[in-house]
Protein backbone atom coordinates (compact mmCIF):
# COMPACT_ATOMS: atom_id res chain seq x y z
CA UNK A 1 0.00 0.00 0.00
CA UNK A 2 1.47 3.44 -0.66
CA UNK A 3 1.47 6.36 1.60
CA UNK A 4 -1.41 8.36 1.40
CA UNK A 5 -0.88 12.02 0.11
CA UNK A 6 -2.15 14.24 2.93
CA UNK A 7 -3.45 17.58 2.03
CA UNK A 8 -5.19 19.62 4.81
CA UNK A 9 -5.66 16.63 7.24
CA UNK A 10 -7.24 14.61 3.98
CA UNK A 11 -5.18 11.12 3.58
CA UNK A 12 -5.67 10.60 -0.64
CA UNK A 13 -4.13 6.59 -1.56
CA UNK A 14 -3.22 7.32 -5.23
CA UNK A 15 -4.14 4.36 -7.49
CA UNK A 16 -5.15 2.20 -4.11
CA UNK A 17 -7.62 -0.08 -6.55
CA UNK A 18 -6.17 -1.91 -9.52
CA UNK A 19 -8.13 -1.73 -12.83
CA UNK A 20 -9.35 -5.38 -11.64
CA UNK A 21 -10.63 -4.20 -8.34
CA UNK A 22 -11.96 -1.43 -10.04
CA UNK A 23 -14.08 -3.55 -12.35
CA UNK A 24 -15.44 -5.94 -9.70
CA UNK A 25 -16.65 -2.93 -7.51
CA UNK A 26 -18.78 -1.70 -10.81
CA UNK A 27 -19.98 -5.42 -11.24
CA UNK A 28 -21.22 -5.04 -7.49
CA UNK A 29 -22.83 -2.28 -8.05
CA UNK A 30 -24.90 -3.11 -11.02
CA UNK A 31 -26.84 -5.39 -8.02
CA UNK A 32 -27.45 -2.55 -6.00
CA UNK A 33 -28.51 0.11 -8.90
CA UNK A 34 -30.90 -2.54 -9.77
CA UNK A 35 -32.48 -2.74 -6.41
CA UNK A 36 -32.49 0.78 -5.93
CA UNK A 37 -32.06 2.65 -8.70
CA UNK A 38 -30.36 5.78 -9.12
CA UNK A 39 -32.89 8.99 -8.88
CA UNK A 40 -32.26 13.16 -9.25
CA UNK A 41 -32.36 14.04 -5.79
CA UNK A 42 -33.96 17.82 -5.01
CA UNK A 43 -32.55 20.46 -2.65
CA UNK A 44 -34.79 21.76 0.12
CA UNK A 45 -35.22 24.80 -1.89
CA UNK A 46 -36.60 22.96 -4.77
CA UNK A 47 -33.14 22.95 -6.92
CA UNK A 48 -32.26 19.80 -8.73
CA UNK A 49 -28.91 18.65 -8.01
CA UNK A 50 -26.75 17.70 -11.11
CA UNK A 51 -25.35 14.21 -9.80
CA UNK A 52 -27.98 10.75 -9.48
CA UNK A 53 -27.63 9.24 -6.39
CA UNK A 54 -28.31 6.12 -4.70
CA UNK A 55 -27.16 3.96 -1.95
CA UNK A 56 -26.35 0.70 0.20
CA UNK A 57 -26.08 -0.34 3.74
CA UNK A 58 -28.91 0.30 6.78
CA UNK A 59 -29.48 3.96 5.59
CA UNK A 60 -29.55 5.79 2.43
CA UNK A 61 -28.88 10.14 2.31
CA UNK A 62 -31.76 11.43 0.43
CA UNK A 63 -32.51 15.40 -0.13
CA UNK A 64 -35.91 16.53 -0.82
CA UNK A 65 -38.41 19.20 0.03
CA UNK A 66 -38.11 18.25 3.64
CA UNK A 67 -34.44 18.51 4.07
CA UNK A 68 -30.92 16.75 3.68
CA UNK A 69 -31.17 13.16 5.95
CA UNK A 70 -30.95 9.49 5.78
CA UNK A 71 -33.73 7.45 5.23
CA UNK A 72 -33.98 3.74 6.39
CA UNK A 73 -35.81 3.40 2.55
CA UNK A 74 -35.13 4.30 -0.71
CA UNK A 75 -37.42 7.15 -2.62
CA UNK A 76 -39.44 4.22 -3.81
CA UNK A 77 -40.60 2.50 -0.84
CA UNK A 78 -37.26 -0.39 -0.97
CA UNK A 79 -35.19 -0.80 1.70
CA UNK A 80 -31.83 -0.62 0.95
CA UNK A 81 -29.46 -3.51 -0.53
CA UNK A 82 -26.27 -4.44 1.34
CA UNK A 83 -23.18 -2.26 1.11
CA UNK A 84 -21.01 -4.86 -1.47
CA UNK A 85 -18.16 -6.93 0.21
CA UNK A 86 -15.45 -5.55 -2.17
CA UNK A 87 -16.13 -1.95 -0.97
CA UNK A 88 -16.38 -2.83 2.55
CA UNK A 89 -13.32 -4.11 2.02
CA UNK A 90 -11.72 -0.99 1.71
CA UNK A 91 -13.15 0.62 5.16
CA UNK A 92 -12.01 -2.86 6.61
CA UNK A 93 -8.10 -1.75 5.29
CA UNK A 94 -8.25 1.56 5.56
CA UNK A 95 -10.79 2.37 8.41
CA UNK A 96 -11.60 -0.41 10.83
CA UNK A 97 -12.00 -4.22 10.69
CA UNK A 98 -14.90 -4.03 13.68
CA UNK A 99 -16.66 -1.01 13.15
CA UNK A 100 -19.40 -1.13 10.28
CA UNK A 101 -20.23 1.20 8.06
CA UNK A 102 -23.97 2.13 7.76
CA UNK A 103 -24.68 3.73 4.73
CA UNK A 104 -22.59 3.63 1.26
CA UNK A 105 -23.75 6.95 -0.82
CA UNK A 106 -23.49 6.06 -4.38
CA UNK A 107 -23.31 9.30 -6.48
CA UNK A 108 -22.67 9.34 -10.26
CA UNK A 109 -22.03 11.79 -12.02
CA UNK A 110 -22.68 12.71 -15.48
CA UNK A 111 -20.92 15.32 -18.39
CA UNK A 112 -21.59 18.81 -16.53
CA UNK A 113 -22.14 17.22 -13.45
CA UNK A 114 -20.65 18.49 -10.19
CA UNK A 115 -20.99 18.89 -6.26
CA UNK A 116 -20.92 22.23 -4.37
CA UNK A 117 -18.78 22.91 -1.27
CA UNK A 118 -20.29 21.07 1.71
CA UNK A 119 -20.04 19.40 4.99
CA UNK A 120 -20.90 15.67 5.55
CA UNK A 121 -22.43 16.82 9.08
CA UNK A 122 -25.83 14.31 8.91
CA UNK A 123 -23.85 11.56 11.24
CA UNK A 124 -24.19 11.37 14.70
CA UNK A 125 -20.52 10.56 15.55
CA UNK A 126 -17.98 12.39 13.78
CA UNK A 127 -15.31 10.67 15.69
CA UNK A 128 -15.84 8.09 12.23
CA UNK A 129 -14.15 9.11 9.38
CA UNK A 130 -15.69 9.26 5.57
CA UNK A 131 -14.16 7.48 3.22
CA UNK A 132 -14.90 8.27 -0.63
CA UNK A 133 -13.71 5.95 -3.73
CA UNK A 134 -13.59 7.56 -7.17
CA UNK A 135 -14.57 5.26 -10.11
CA UNK A 136 -14.58 6.36 -13.59
CA UNK A 137 -13.67 9.59 -14.84
CA UNK A 138 -11.46 12.12 -13.13
CA UNK A 139 -12.62 14.61 -11.17
CA UNK A 140 -11.34 18.12 -8.98
CA UNK A 141 -11.75 17.80 -6.03
CA UNK A 142 -11.64 20.65 -3.93
CA UNK A 143 -10.92 20.98 -0.21
CA UNK A 144 -11.62 24.14 2.33
CA UNK A 145 -12.13 24.99 5.70
CA UNK A 146 -14.26 23.74 8.41
CA UNK A 147 -16.07 27.27 7.79
CA UNK A 148 -17.06 28.60 4.63
CA UNK A 149 -14.77 30.46 2.20
CA UNK A 150 -11.03 30.92 2.22
CA UNK A 151 -8.26 29.55 1.18
CA UNK A 152 -8.92 26.47 -0.78
CA UNK A 153 -7.04 23.61 -2.48
CA UNK A 154 -7.55 21.11 -5.31
CA UNK A 155 -6.36 18.15 -6.93
CA UNK A 156 -7.34 15.44 -9.98
CA UNK A 157 -8.52 12.18 -7.87
CA UNK A 158 -8.48 9.30 -10.65
CA UNK A 159 -10.07 6.00 -11.18
CA UNK A 160 -9.18 3.98 -8.09
CA UNK A 161 -8.01 6.50 -5.94
CA UNK A 162 -9.34 6.72 -1.97
CA UNK A 163 -10.05 9.69 0.40
CA UNK A 164 -9.93 9.22 3.67
CA UNK A 165 -11.59 12.28 5.81
CA UNK A 166 -11.17 12.33 9.24
CA UNK A 167 -9.78 13.92 12.37
CA UNK A 168 -9.19 17.75 11.69
CA UNK A 169 -10.20 16.90 8.14
CA UNK A 170 -13.61 15.42 9.14
CA UNK A 171 -16.12 18.53 8.89
CA UNK A 172 -14.26 20.67 6.10
CA UNK A 173 -15.83 21.69 3.32
CA UNK A 174 -15.47 20.15 -0.23
CA UNK A 175 -16.86 19.39 -3.46
CA UNK A 176 -16.09 18.30 -6.87
CA UNK A 177 -15.54 21.56 -9.14
CA UNK A 178 -15.89 19.51 -12.62
CA UNK A 179 -14.73 15.97 -14.29
CA UNK A 180 -12.87 15.02 -17.10
CA UNK A 181 -15.28 13.31 -19.15
CA UNK A 182 -14.64 10.54 -20.99
CA UNK A 183 -10.89 10.30 -19.00
CA UNK A 184 -11.29 6.94 -18.42
CA UNK A 185 -12.89 3.64 -20.08
CA UNK A 186 -13.92 1.59 -16.64
CA UNK A 187 -17.49 2.68 -16.83
CA UNK A 188 -19.64 2.06 -19.60
CA UNK A 189 -21.19 5.47 -20.71
CA UNK A 190 -18.86 7.66 -19.43
CA UNK A 191 -19.35 9.67 -15.99
CA UNK A 192 -17.85 9.60 -12.47
CA UNK A 193 -18.82 7.29 -9.70
CA UNK A 194 -18.55 8.61 -6.30
CA UNK A 195 -18.80 5.94 -3.27
CA UNK A 196 -19.06 7.23 0.16
CA UNK A 197 -18.94 4.99 3.25
CA UNK A 198 -20.10 6.23 6.62
CA UNK A 199 -20.98 5.44 10.20
CA UNK A 200 -24.14 6.99 10.52
CA UNK A 201 -25.95 6.42 14.39
Request: proline share 6%.
Amino acid sequence: MNNPIALRGFKIYKDFLSQEAQEGIVHALRGVQSAAPLFSPMTPYGKPMSVRMTSAGKYGWISDKNGYRYALQHPNGTVWPDIPDPVMNIWQRLVDPHKRPECCLINYYQEGARMGMHQDRDEADFDWPVLSVSLGDEGLFRIGNSTRGGKTDSIWLRSGDVVVMGGAARLCYHGIDRIRFGSSTLLQHGGRLNLTLRVVD
